[in-house]
């Protein structure tokens, strides 16, 4: 009867550890680096194979984090260029992850000219206790005052064998030439190869 009461114990704490959700900092010893990564273009339906997620300002100067799963559903919002960050739109994700492709990127967007970007990018597998690592990197970058860009983080990400990942972020903020910045939530998603 020992033995069973342990073995509910420890399901239950596993349980509640899965569906609390925690706020977790994150250190390296390897320091972020900025480099020059490639600009690219994609489109709307290869925007689908990641996470999107749009930051909008409240009227308390606070930021409301929205995740989309389908880009199509993201709003179209006014571009301002007041000096201050309305709203700012983040993806990261696979450009059309096939068998044959499998670069990652991220694109950004806001209705600022935007400075630069910094942030963690990375994927793993779908695993909640020892899931493995398939990309894990800073980046650093800057925007040359775009409002909307795209930029290479790899040219061919080795998931293996797998037909799912989680494709995620930490750390990410973004800093206007204003000098106005915002920072996004840590989020991932789960991707399913096409």
């Known amino acids: 009867m020992k033995r069973f009461l342990k073995i509910i114990t420890s399901f239950s704490i596993i349980a509640c550890m899965m569906l609390t959700p925690v706020h977790a900092f994150a250190s390296s010893s390897k320091a972020t680096q900025k480099v020059l990564l490639p600009e690219i273009e994609v489109t709307a339906a290869q925007l689908s194979d990641g996470i999107t997620v749009l930051l ?7 930021y409301t984090q929205t995740i989309y799963t389908n880009p199509a559903d993201v709003p179209m919002l006014l571009a301002t260029a007041d000096g201050v960050i309305d709203w700012a739109e983040f993806h990261l994700g696979f450009k059309d992850w096939t068998n044959y492709s499998n670069e990652l990127y991220f ?10 970007i910094e942030g963690k990018a990375y994927v793993k597998s779908t695993s909640y206790l020892n899931p493995e690592e398939y990309y894990s990197d800073s980046f650093k970058t800057n925007l040359y005052g775009s ?13 293996k064998d797998a037909t799912k990942v989680r ?28």
């Open 56 to 62: 909008t300002r409240n009227d308390d100067n606070t």
């Open 107 to 116: 694109n950004v967007s806001s209705d600022e000219p935007l400075d630069k």
């Open 147 to 159: 409002s909307n860009t795209g930029r290479q983080l790899s040219s061919g990400v080795d998931t």
């Open 167 to 194: 494709v995620g972020f930490k750390d990410v903020w973004l800093m206007a030439i204003s000098g106005d910045y915002c920072v996004f939530k840590n989020d991932s998603v789960i991707v399913e190869k096409e």
